[in-house]
């Protein structure tokens, strides 16, 4: 089935540590983003990446890293994790900037 | 700044029509679109408006009044599986998307 898959769908992880969540998609879309969703507010942009080989800083970059080393990869890093990074990621793609989103299913993270 | 609001929350009868409204303030316009989400899933397409008026699609339609900074989504016939929040996003003249926080809309029998 076509679309975007995320992993891991939940972790619980220690402060301090490094994590990757991961995001494929195999519906050949130029454009892929990373969203957190925190209750009480709208998503909001942590990356984003308009085409293989480039990045770009959202709403709220700082204490993640993104790479687009591939049109179907894109790995979202903490490299020290804090608490407020306790969230829901979402990993989106589009085939365009004016495209609708298809959103992968979500990755849970607590960080304690 | 850039702000996008959107009730809370609503309540809404099986069967009845159920309006949620969104009024945008943004730095340019690229279109708005509305999104459905269920509680621990990821949010899924429903409309796109980029001209002023009604765009139908089944029991589902969104108007848009640019003029007004203002959007509707129209539920007809509602249906329990309505049950989600409704997340209005406007995509801004950097072809970036703000987000609304979202309405939940809860159907009652």
């Known amino acids: 089935i076509a679309g975007i898959t995320q992993a891991p769908t939940s972790q619980i992880l220690a402060a301090g540590r490094r994590m990757t969540l991961r995001c494929t998609q195999d519906?050949?879309?130029?454009?892929m983003y990373w969203y957190r969703q925190d209750l009480g507010l709208g998503l909001r942009l942590i990356h984003y990446?308009?085409?293989?080989?480039?990045?770009g800083k959202g709403e709220v970059p700082d204490g993640y890293s993104v790479s687009r080393a591939n049109t179907d990869d894109f790995p979202l890093t903490l490299a020290s994790a804090v608490p407020s990074q306790t969230s829901v990621y979402f990993c989106?793609?589009?085939?365009?900037?004016?495209?609708?989103?298809?959103f992968g299913e979500g990755s849970r993270l607590t960080v304690l | 700044g850039q702000n996008i609001d959107q009730p809370t929350e609503m309540t809404a009868t099986e069967g009845a029509i159920v309006q949620i409204n969104c009024t945008y303030q943004?730095?340019?316009?690229?279109?708005l679109f509305w999104y459905q989400q269920h509680a621990g899933e990821a949010p899924t397409f429903l409309s796109y408006?980029?001209l002023d008026g009604l765009e139908e699609k089944g029991r589902f339609s969104s108007f848009l009044s640019r003029s007004k900074g203002y959007s509707y989504l129209l539920l007809k016939e509602l249906q329990m599986k309505d049950s989600a929040s409704y997340l209005c996003?406007?995509?801004?003249?950097?072809?970036?998307?703000?987000w609304g926080a979202g309405t939940k809309l809860i159907i009652k029998p």
């Open positions: 519906m050949r879309h130029n454009a």
């Open positions: 943004t730095s340019g316009f690229n279109g």
């Open positions: 996003a406007v995509r801004d003249s950097n072809y970036q998307l703000i």
């Open positions: 990446s308009n085409t293989a080989g480039t990045t």
């Open positions: 408006n980029v």
């Open positions: 989106a793609s589009s085939d365009g900037p004016t495209g609708e989103l298809f």
